[in-house]
Structure formats: structure tokens, C-alpha cells
């Protein structure tokens, strides 16, 4: 039987995808099958302890798509999220010292946050070498809206020098998705929740006026007549006046821009239709 695709699940049912029936042996504390699994090598262990787990993981699944303005009702990112959280629980599972004195489910904490922005960093428009740097992108982009020298304040916090700063803001700046920033707990501290995110909104304007690339596109745009600049703004997605970005699904292709605007469709969509009604 081929597996069900993504779509053919609900949200209630992606945030149950770890519930076992029946449940799985009572214990006292959650870590006991942490250590049974450690001590015996069965990841069935580990699966019991999924079922239990999944609520605090869904919490916080949750609780991020909403701190990053994302939509938390997605059944198909919710469940690739809640996978990759579960990588990362695997990965870590061999890195786990019962004898540290934490349990499991603290020991996690931190490196939940770097699954969760491992994956919004894979979604990214721009590649970032690391989650180290992506990391220090979206605190300088932090900064950038709430001081009001983000440069000083990002230098004296890390203690770089003014260049470095700079060249992290310039990134921050490039990064064109919509995208609220949320300041990751350290290793070492369990997190105290608080909601450190503010206006997910960019300033699209000043972002795209600072670039130089973008004066040149600006000076070429002019030059075109008033069809062919909205021909370009639809293809591109992006409001040339406001800065404003649409998503790249709502992207209408050549043909159908043809039709939008009167126009015969493209030489080679011609062709192409051409070609599949020989077939016929």
C-alpha cells in the first residue's frame, strides 16, 4: 500500500502522530525510558517516550509559527517541523549524560530551538553558511527594530567590531521573507518563555532605496511604458511603488500574463501546445 501523501492529514491528526495504541507502559518519570533506551540500545523506548513528549513538542511547534507570523494551522509544514524536531531528538539522543544531573526533556530544550530554526532557515530567500550565523542575522535584525543604534548595541553584545556589525545588518536587510525574530534561549538556560518577537513587518521601501542594485533596476523601470511595467510587477511578484512582495505561488506564468493583458501567448507556449495535440 503507498503511503498517504502530506496533504491527506489534518491538523489534529499531524499533532498525534507519535500517540501509540495502547499506550505504552506507565512509568514514574519520563526519563526512565530515556535511560532504558540508553541502557538496552531499543529505540522502542524512545518511541515511549514520544507519546508523552508530543503535547510539550506541539506547544512549542505552535508557539513558534506563531512568534515567526507564520500560519499554525498548516497540517503539511506542521508535520515536516514536528519530523525534523524529531531528527534532531534522535541525534541527540547519544549526546544525552544521565549522570549531568538534567533530564531529557530540559537537556532538549535548546536544541529544539535549533531544529525549529534550522528548518525556517532552510525557508529562507538567502543562504546563510551556518545556524551560528543565521542565528546572529536575526538578533542584528532584532536590534534593527528595537535600538536605536543597532550597530553599537550589536558590537558591544558580541563584541565585534562596527565592520562585522555592519555586515551582518546588510544581511539581515537582504533577507526579503516575512519573517518575525525570536531570540534564541542559550545552551545552558532552559528558556523563560518570555516573547522577546515585535512587528513582523519590513520596511520595504527604505530595505530596497539602500540598495544600489536596486537604483539601477528603478532607472530601467522608468523607461518602460505603462503594460510592460505591469507585465514585470506581476511576473516578479513585487510592487515597484510600495516595495510590497507577494508570494512567489501567486507568480502567473507567461501564458497566462498573455491572456491577462490581450497579448497572443509566447512563440514557444504556441509550440508547445502544438506538440501535445500531435500526440493526441
Known amino acids: 500500500m503507498d503511503p498517504l501523501p502530506a496533504e491527506a492529514f489534518g491538523q489534529k491528526d499531524v499533532e498525534r502522530i507519535f500517540?501509540?495504541?495502547?499506550?505504552?507502559?506507565a512509568v514514574d518519570n519520563l526519563n526512565e525510558y530515556i535511560l532504558t533506551a540508553l541502557r538496552?540500545?531499543?529505540l522502542d523506548y524512545l518511541s515511549f517516550f514520544l507519546h508523552h513528549y508530543e503535547r510539550i513538542l506541539n506547544r512549542r511547534i505552535r508557539s513558534f509559527l506563531i512568534r515567526d507570523g507564520s500560519d499554525q494551522y498548516d497540517p503539511e509544514r506542521f508535520l515536516d517541523i514536528?519530523?525534523?524536531?524529531?531528527m534532531k531528538i534522535l541525534e541527540k539522543l547519544a549526546d544525552y549524560d544521565p549522570d549531568a544531573g538534567t533530564s531529557f526533556t530540559t537537556f532538549l530544550y535548546p536544541?529544539?530551538?535549533?531544529?525549529?530554526?534550522?528548518?525556517?532557515?532552510?525557508?529562507?530567500?538567502w543562504s546563510?553558511?551556518?545556524l551560528t550565523v543565521y542565528k546572529l542575522v536575526r538578533r542584528m535584525?532584532?536590534?534593527?527594530?528595537?535600538?536605536?543604534?543597532?550597530?553599537?548595541?550589536?558590537?558591544?553584545?558580541?563584541?565585534?567590531?562596527?565592520?562585522?556589525?555592519?555586515?551582518?545588518?546588510n544581511l539581515a536587510r537582504g533577507i526579503r521573507?516575512?519573517?518575525?525574530?525570536?531570540?534564541?534561549?542559550?545552551?545552558?538556560?532552559?528558556?523563560?518563555?518570555?516573547?522577546?518577537?515585535?512587528?513582523?513587518?519590513?520596511?520595504?521601501?527604505e530595505i530596497l532605496s539602500t540598495d544600489f542594485l536596486y537604483k539601477l533596476v528603478r532607472a530601467a523601470f522608468e523607461k518602460l511604458n505603462y503594460r510592460e511595467q505591469q507585465l514585470l510587477e506581476k511576473r516578479q511578484c513585487i510592487c515597484m511603488d510600495c516595495g510590497c512582495v507577494a508570494p512567489m505561488k501567486t507568480q502567473p506564468g507567461f501564458d497566462r500574463l498573455a491572456e491577462m493583458n490581450g497579448l497572443p501567448p509566447p512563440v514557444w507556449v504556441t509550440e508547445a501546445r502544438f506538440l501535445s495535440y500531435s500526440r493526441i
Open 19 to 25: 500517540c501509540l495504541e495502547p499506550d505504552p507502559p
Open 40 to 42: 538496552e540500545k531499543n
Open 82 to 86: 514536528k519530523l525534523a524536531c524529531r
Open 111 to 125: 536544541h529544539i530551538s535549533d531544529a525549529l530554526l534550522e528548518f525556517r532557515k532552510g525557508e529562507e530567500a
Open 128 to 130: 546563510l553558511s551556518s
Open 141 to 169: 535584525a532584532q536590534l534593527y527594530y528595537n535600538s536605536p543604534n543597532p550597530i553599537s548595541a550589536f558590537c558591544k553584545q558580541f563584541r565585534c567590531k562596527p565592520e562585522t556589525a555592519k555586515a551582518f545588518l
Open 177 to 205: 521573507n516575512r519573517t518575525t525574530l525570536e531570540l534564541t534561549a542559550p545552551d545552558d538556560e532552559e528558556g523563560t518563555g518570555e516573547d522577546v518577537t515585535r512587528d513582523d513587518s519590513w520596511d520595504y521601501p
